[in-house]
């Protein structure tokens, strides 16, 4: 079982930023990938980012983002830490919502049913 525990979350205003982290626990090893998701009030859960849990470097780019936070959200990870990160600048009142952390098996990424390990979320909220 692999526990997920989001922090990191609060209230700013447009154009602020915020860093986002998971800690991850237990049984870590059976990781392939974490993400971010988020969901706003009446909407579905929405893929943020995806990064591959390893901890060698490849040559080859191994994150994922939306088309709505390309160039604004940075997913990060330390493996040795167990944590994964996302910094998230140039904040919109349309990213207002909950922020989840997930952890899959496998390669299926931005899929929500592809993650087997939530956390509970945290609240990000911004104003203008």
């Known amino acids: 079982q692999v526990q997920l525990v989001e922090s990191g979350g609060g209230l700013v205003q447009a154009g602020d930023s915020l860093r986002l982290s998971c800690a991850a626990s237990?049984?870590?090893?059976?990781?392939?990938?974490m993400a971010w998701f988020r969901q706003a009030p009446g909407k579905e859960r929405e893929f943020i980012s995806d990064?591959?849990?390893?901890?060698?470097?490849?040559?080859?780019?191994?994150?994922y983002y939306a088309d709505s936070v390309k160039g604004r959200f940075t997913i990060s990870r330390d493996y040795a830490k167990n944590m994964m990160y996302l910094q998230m600048n140039s904040l919109k009142p349309e990213d207002t919502a909950v922020y989840f952390c997930?952890?899959?098996?496998?390669?299926?990424?931005?899929?929500?049913?592809?993650?087997?390990?939530w956390g509970e979320g945290t609240q990000v909220s911004v104003s203008l």
């Open positions: 997930a952890a899959r098996r496998g390669t299926t990424y931005y899929i929500a049913g592809s993650y087997k390990y």
């Open positions: 237990g049984a870590t090893f059976v990781i392939d990938g």
């Open positions: 990064i591959r849990w390893a901890n060698d470097r490849t040559p080859y780019d191994d994150t």
